[in-house]
């Protein structure tokens, strides 16, 4: 197996404080910063970013934060008043100081829509921060014309599992990416990615960054006087949550740093 050229940069989906210390704590070169990760993960409180950037800003190793802007499940096509959100929470998550903010909006057809994109990325790019086009990507027809069009809007990263369920299986794809991209823009891997299989992923695809949300099931029994009682969806446990998993970000942390 072919050693990595430079070190192997890690970027954690977190969804709490809690995670954003873990992360910097352990290394991790950045955060990707949601809410609800369960759901795919939506925009995150400002209250949110603001906690996570403290704990960031107390590591050891610079960690930046990237914050997810996502108004709402179930697709990447939003009508007028979601873009509307989403245009205010980049407004004040720049303002809160964020490295970065993930987005994408898809046509009606699964397509980038370079309009929207555009104009939605253009408060960060004139403040210097990052724009990184989040998963959407792996629902787009045409994945290198879809990175040709990120390209030229002035995206600085993809997030993508070569548009299938895990990286792992995506990495044909990835690869393609990564040589067809030269450099223009960043090609970051994430989809089932694992201390286990990070060896492979990286020597199959030649990428140097890689996205991992490192997440364990925990409870929460304040609902117990009540069990007939929930408020989430029927497919989600109602006394369940995820977590950062410490010792998943470190064994993480120890494979990339063994390759």
Excluded at 26 to 39: H, K, M
Excluded at 123 to 141: K, M, S, W, Y
Excluded at 157 to 183: C, D
Excluded at 197 to 206: H, R
């Amino acid at each position: 197996m072919s050693q990595p050229a430079q070190p192997i940069r890690l970027e954690l989906c977190v969804d709490s404080s809690w995670g954003a210390r873990v992360a910097a704590l352990a290394g991790a070169a950045r955060i990707e910063l949601n809410s609800a990760i369960e759901l795919g993960g939506l925009t995150p409180s400002i209250g949110l970013v603001e906690q996570a950037r403290k704990r960031c800003e107390c590591a050891a190793k610079p960690c930046e934060v990237i914050a997810m802007v996502r108004p709402r499940r179930g697709g990447f096509a939003y009508d007028i008043d979601w873009l509307n959100d989403m245009r205010q929470d980049i407004r004040r998550l720049i303002e809160a100081g964020v490295d970065g903010v993930a987005l994408g909006v898809l046509t009606r057809d699964g397509t980038v829509d370079a309009g929207l994109c555009a104009e939605l990325i253009e408060p960060a790019r004139a403040a210097g921060r990052q724009v990184i086009f989040h998963r959407a990507f792996d629902l787009t027809p045409d994945p290198i014309a879809a990175l040709d069009v990120l390209i030229e809007l002035g995206f600085d990263r993809v997030l993508t599992s070569g548009g299938r369920a895990t990286a792992m299986e995506g990495a044909g794809v990835i690869r393609s990416l990564i040589e067809h991209a030269e450099g223009r823009i960043e090609v970051l891997p994430g989809g089932g990615i694992r201390a286990h299989n990070v060896a492979e992923l990286v020597s199959l695809t030649g990428c140097t960054q890689v996205h991992a949300a490192l997440l364990h099931d925990r409870r929460d029994s304040s609902g117990k006087a009540n069990p007939t009682l929930g408020f989430d969806s029927a497919v989600l446990k109602p006394d369940r949550f995820n977590a950062t998993d410490s010792e998943m970000v470190e064994a993480m942390i120890a494979a990339i740093e063994a390759l």
